[in-house]
């Protein structure tokens, strides 16, 4: 269709054009070069998905919950990402979260740390892995001191909420939890916050996926 589509323009604006009987051939030949990107964009991806850090799991029978923070400076918004999975990777549960912006981004990963163990406080999950890529704020977490820092109040008032002796603390890079960081990104289109039980929203399937290492 675009073949022939062209070809009329060309005629419109009485541009040189090709022959009718070239229309079929170009399209052909158009739709194998569009084949051959397409198969080589796919083994870059794989070749691409089998080097990467992925989501681990927890061990058997044990839950993970990621958590993540956005800034949105040209709203003067935040956004809390929080997702829990279990073992096989199956979602729980996943919230989106848009709150005022706070004055440091260590004070947003502190927020969404703090979230995610509400979270799991109203769904009645008390063991699990939290784990984030803020080692500031792994690092206040796993620490039996009281935080001195400026969000210290925030994660101490959020730990009174469950038994901390059932909460393992884990560290990862940002590739390790894209779920929730594109859960903390998409809350700049949320009005207060939404949760999705057992599902994420219907534009982060493919991340979720790609995130457990099922591409």
């Known amino acids: 269709m675009w073949t022939i589509w062209s070809r009329r ?10 022959p009718i009987t070239q229309v079929v051939p170009n399209a052909r030949q158009a739709l ?4 051959r ?14 080097n990467r850090v992925t989501w ?12 993540d923070g956005a800034l949105f400076k040209d709203i003067n918004k935040a956004g809390l990402g929080v ?10 549960a996943s919230l989106s979260e848009q709150i005022q912006m706070p004055f440091s981004s260590d004070l947003v990963e502190a927020l969404a740390a703090a979230r995610a163990i509400s979270f799991a ?16 704020v792994i ?20 730990q009174t909420l469950t038994d901390v002796n059932c909460i393992t603390f884990s560290h990862t890079h940002r590739i390790g939890k894209a779920v929730a960081h594109n859960l903390a990104k998409h809350a700049r289109h949320v009005i207060g916050f939404k949760v999705w039980m057992e599902d994420v929203p219907p534009h982060l399937h493919s991340v979720l996926f790609a995130d457990y290492g099922l591409f």
């Open 139 to 158: 690092k206040a977490l796993k620490s039996k001191d009281d935080s001195l820092s400026s969000f210290g109040h925030i994660l101490a008032s959020a």
């Open 37 to 50: 990107a397409n198969r080589a964009q796919q083994l870059l991806a794989t070749v691409s998905s089998i």
């Open 56 to 67: 681990i799991p927890p061990p058997a029978n044990s839950l993970k919950i990621n958590f």
């Open 32 to 35: 194998s070069v569009f084949h």
């Open 83 to 92: 997702v829990i999975r279990n073992d096989h990777g199956q979602v729980l």
């Open 9 to 18: 323009n060309q005629i419109r604006v009485q541009q040189n054009v090709y």
């Open 121 to 136: 406080h109203e769904l009645s999950f008390a063991n699990y892995i939290l784990e984030g890529d803020s080692k500031v």
